[in-house]
């Protein structure tokens, strides 16, 4: 390692990644229950194995899934993976998945505990004790529960030996065990303590099962929770699972009341994040994870606010401010775009009404409608033309100030830092015209107007707020 660089060389794509320390942000002060962690699977990022690492202890996750590809076309070994691991601050939460186990025949399940046996091996050198093991998919799998039951008491016995568990998951394309409430039923019959299941969102709700049976389930038989979110498609549900797995809150799925399902049962364990999805494998994966955590922050802050969980035991943000209306809208223009734009704007009937003092920035107004015309706010380079690079909406009350003009406040709200987003290093407060507010922000596309009310602006990279006193 190069300590004067604070980078390790990653024989892994033989790239130079940086290391991170443990990470402690604002929005993880609290916990929901003892041991309860962040994670998310390896297969939700793009890119080489340790890139999908380095993002995810960078998002700040907790912990990972290892998928079972990712570590067959990684160069690196189960050993240094685990080192890895440990110099990011990331815990090998389960190692996922392993496929058919039960409903087989007296032979293909002796040849499936030895699989399972080297798969055991593997796990000891990743330094993890949980394995997915999915209901069987053959078509051939045999309908019997007891006989399955049987099958999974052998191999979690197997697993208890060398101090290891299996989470048993039922998917939703599984030949006979795709309900969450079969697949616990056949955990209940194999009665043993290193066996319990796993319960995913996307297996659950792409049945259109409801989750209210997940309470029915003891706490400590839910090794292991999975969270998803998916819009509403009819399609194969393999092809569905594979490619159109989206982040919780993306989706047209109620993520929350899964989760709560889950925690009223007594789940305390790893809240963790498995998407399946073609273009999120193509995209940066340090983004992904960034957006990733957000999602994971937004569903453990709608649990908490819908108030079926004891005080005090959900850790969430503040309300969303209630907001008014929209009041601005601002573009982001190249400078060489400018004369075009102006003239389209002045051919729909709008005038400009006010320059920023400070910032290429210009006040259009017609009527009630207001566009922001902003030249330094192009910071995207997939941006070429003009773009919406902020809104601003207006919030029903104003912050209290001493002075009597009007004031713009620029600040990252409470809401946003809980939710991870960095706070503004300082607040500046500027008097100013009363119909129009400089710019003081390091952000490109910080020039705000004030009018009436207050305003909250919305952009791509942090809060503003900007108030007048009227």
């Known amino acids: 390692m190069d300590r004067a660089r604070n980078t390790c060389r990653a024989s892994d794509g033989d790239r130079y990644l940086p290391l991170v320390g443990k990470r402690v942000p604002a929005a993880r002060a609290g916990r929901y229950g003892p041991g309860m962690r962040r994670s998310i699977a390896t297969v939700s990022l793009s890119g080489t194995l340790n890139e999908k690492l380095t993002a995810a202890a960078n998002a700040g996750f907790d912990g990972v899934e290892i998928f079972d590809q990712d570590l067959l076309c990684s160069l690196w070994t189960p050993r240094r993976i685990k080192e890895r691991c440990d110099e990011l601050g990331l815990k090998i939460e389960m190692l996922q998945p392993f496929r058919d186990l039960e409903g087989m025949t007296e032979a293909q399940h ?81 009665d043993h303590p290193a066996l319990g299941t796993c319960q995913d969102t996307f ?38 699972s594979r490619h159109y797995r989206v982040w919780p809150g993306q989706g047209s799925w109620d993520v929350a009341s899964f989760l709560e399902n889950c925690l009223i049962a007594g789940y305390t364990g790893p809240l963790s994040l498995e998407i399946f999805n073609t273009v999120f494998r193509r995209s940066d994966a340090e983004r992904n994870a960034r957006d990733a955590m957000r999602s994971l922050l937004y569903v453990e802050d709608a649990v908490a606010h819908r108030g079926n969980m004891p005080p005090g035991s959900l850790d969430s943000a503040p309300p969303a401010p209630r907001v008014t209306g929209l009041e601005f809208v601002e573009l982001g223009v190249l400078e060489q775009h400018h004369p075009l734009t102006t003239a389209t704007l002045t051919a729909l009937g709008f005038r400009r009404t006010g320059k920023n003092r400070e910032k290429p920035i210009e006040l259009w107004e017609q009527g009630q409608a ?23 909406v207006g919030l029903p009350t104003r912050p209290r100030h001493s002075s009597g003009g009007p004031i713009c406040v620029r600040r990252c709200p409470p809401r ?36 009436t009310g207050s305003r909250i602006k919305l952009t791509n990279r942090t809060t503003s707020t900007c108030a007048s006193n009227t």
């Open 110 to 190: 002796a040849q499936s505990m030895r699989r399972f046996e080297g798969k055991l091996d593997i796990m000891a050198e990743l330094g993890t004790d949980l394995v997915l093991v999915c209901a069987s998919c053959q078509p051939d799998a045999i309908d019997d529960d007891q006989l399955s039951s049987e099958q999974l008491h052998k191999a979690a016995e197997l697993a208890h030996e060398r101090g290891m568990r299996i989470a048993f998951e039922a998917l939703a394309w599984s030949t006979h065990v795709w309900d969450y409430r079969r697949s616990w039923k056949i955990v209940r019959m194999a």
């Open 203 to 240: 297996h659950v709700l792409s049945r259109g099962l409801d989750p209210w049976a997940i309470r029915d389930i003891p706490g400590e038989k839910i090794f292991f929770v999975q969270l998803s979110d998916a819009p509403e498609m009819a399609m194969d549900i393999l092809q569905w």
């Open 416 to 451: 946003a830092v809980a939710r991870g987003t960095p706070p503004t290093p300082r607040s500046r407060l500027r008097t100013a015209p009363r119909s129009f507010s400089a710019g003081w922000s390091n952000s490109p596309s910080a020039g705000q107007f004030t009018t």
């Open 370 to 392: 207001k566009i922001l015309l902003n030249t330094s706010a192009v910071s995207r380079g997939d941006q070429v033309g003009p773009h919406i690079a902020a809104l601003g």
